[in-house]
């Protein structure tokens, strides 16, 4: 994705980090939201990668050293991941932000909702021996951070012109996704995610309940969305109302 897909509106941009995951590439999304007064980064990618967000944050036209909020979408390593780190190389205090049912995952006082799931899974079976040591160090000691505050479903952030807060669980039981309403942006965190290039529904293999999940999908679909930021897929500008319909039926 080039820059000009990544810039949603002034004060608002999907950063783009490209990570070699075992031998495979992925890529991934975390939002930057930004004004006078604050800089918001939107998940923190997964651990080790603190510098390459950094210096996505600074090509993004924003000093680094102005971030003082995270919002966590959910517990997941791949969110939470260089959460510490931001936090321990930061100038200034950084407020960090997540769903109350979420908090106690993030913060290591229970283990991770996914944990067990994964070393059962047949993906992780196949794994070498060194993968799969490394992995497993990574769930029995997760990346953990304090949450200082907790925002619940509707609550209207009062940043950067206004930033909704809608409770979607499902993926993990405190999901979150939010509504930056000047530029009608929805980020989706893993509520939604892409399909070869197409905005599609959650993902059924990594998601806790998709009963619930799919009700989520049902509750995005009431906001007026024109862009969207999938944290496993990209920026969506085309058609993405239609799209979210289409994926509640
Ligand atoms: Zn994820």
Redesign the pocket.
């Known amino acids: 994705m080039g820059w000009i897909e990544l810039r949603i509106a002034d004060g608002v941009e999907a950063l783009e980090l490209t990570v070699n995951l075992m031998g495979r590439e992925t890529t991934i999304y975390p939002t930057l939201f930004w004004d006078e007064e604050s800089v918001i980064l939107v998940d923190a990618g997964f651990p080790g990668l603190e510098q390459q967000i950094r210096e996505a944050i600074e090509m993004a036209g924003v000093s680094f050293d102005r971030l003082n909020k995270v919002i966590i979408t959910h517990q997941?390593v791949?969110?939470v991941g260089s959460l510490p780190e931001i936090l321990a190389k930061s100038q200034r205090k950084v407020e960090v932000l997540a769903h109350e049912v979420e908090k106690p995952y993030i913060q290591g006082d229970k283990p991770l909702i996914k944990a067990d799931a994964a070393k059962r899974s047949k993906l992780f079976e196949t794994l070498p021996e060194e993968q799969r040591k490394r992995l497993q160090a990574v769930f029995s000691n997760p990346p953990k951070a304090k949450i200082d505050r907790t925002i619940e479903d509707g609550e209207e952030l009062p940043y950067c012109g206004g930033i909704i807060v809608i409770y979607t669980p499902g993926h993990t039981p405190g999901h979150i996704c939010l509504y930056h309403k000047p530029s009608k942006t929805l980020v989706t965190g893993?509520a939604l995610t892409a399909n070869e290039g197409r905005l599609s529904g959650p993902n059924p293999s990594a998601t806790y309940d998709m009963d619930e999940a799919n009700k989520s999908v049902k509750k995005l679909a009431q906001y007026d969305i024109e862009n969207v930021i999938c944290?496993?897929g990209g920026v969506f500008k085309e058609d993405v109302q239609k799209r979210i319909l289409q994926l509640t039926i």
Request: aromatic fraction near 16%.
């Open positions: 997941d791949d969110h893993d944290y496993h």
